[in-house]
């Protein structure tokens, strides 16, 4: 079965500087998705990046980021010039691939990003 | 545009009893999937309804179950309530499987079993 973990509980950071919270994974599959979600107190999960597995390039989003290493079943993101808006729960998830019947994300435990202004 | 609408917003029920919680997916969106996420966690994948069927089932006993209508809004039942039912229930809708069109959640529905 996947696993997703997510080892820092909780991270904080001086604003306008630069953070990296860390997942790892454990799949048998070469075909799969990863994402990282973030959910702020309003309690909505969303979407920051994702990044598909057949993919060597890593994804970004303005002021975001992914370091993927397939090999070692990693998938940082970073987010640069933290922001205040920026503080939230931060969850990695993973997914199977494209044609695979199995539609459901597989999360972490998540990581509580704290921004110090 | 509206996005995803979960109700109520907070529940509170007594152990035994039975809820219902309701999902309205974003406009343009055919499916709809639950998860259950317990304070400090990431949340569990309960089921997904397409075409109105469940298509696909977590590990949750029967005592949770759901409904998908012909305008693809979706409602989750939970019978028999345990206190260990108490969490964030999260509406995800998405277009058909989602993989080119990312899951779009909801504010989700507080649930307090006592």
């Known amino acids: 079965a996947q696993t997703v973990t997510q080892s820092q509980p909780e991270m904080s950071v001086q604003e306008a500087e630069t953070v990296t919270l860390s997942c790892t994974y454990d799949t048998s599959e070469s075909d799969y998705y990863l994402f990282w979600y973030k959910q702020p107190p309003s309690r909505q999960m969303i979407l920051v990046i994702r990044q598909e597995a057949y993919k060597q390039q890593n994804a970004t989003e303005n002021r975001f980021s992914v370091n993927f290493q397939k090999a070692a079943k990693s998938f940082s993101l970073k987010i640069s010039d933290s922001q205040l808006g920026d503080a939230a729960m931060y969850f990695c998830?993973?997914?199977?691939?494209?044609?695979?019947?199995?539609?459901?994300?597989?999360w972490g435990a998540g990581t509580k990003l704290i921004i110090k202004p | 545009d509206a996005g995803v609408t979960q109700s109520p917003t907070h529940l509170i029920k007594t152990r035994g009893q039975q809820v219902t919680l309701r999902c309205s997916p974003k406009s343009g969106h055919d499916t709809v999937s639950w998860y259950q996420q317990a304070l400090g966690q990431g949340p569990q994948f309960i089921f997904q309804?397409?075409?109105?069927?469940?298509?696909q089932r977590g590990n949750f006993p029967d005592r949770f179950s759901g409904h998908q209508f012909p305008n693809y809004s979706s409602e989750l039942n939970v019978n028999a309530l345990l206190l260990g039912d108490s969490a964030l229930y999260l509406c995800?809708?998405?277009f058909g499987a989602g993989w080119n069109s990312p899951l779009h959640f909801g504010n989700g529905t507080r649930l307090t079993v006592t």
């Open positions: 309804y397409y075409e109105e069927e469940e298509r």
């Open positions: 998830a993973y997914r199977r691939g494209v044609g695979d019947s199995n539609y459901q994300l597989i």
């Open positions: 995800a809708s998405s």
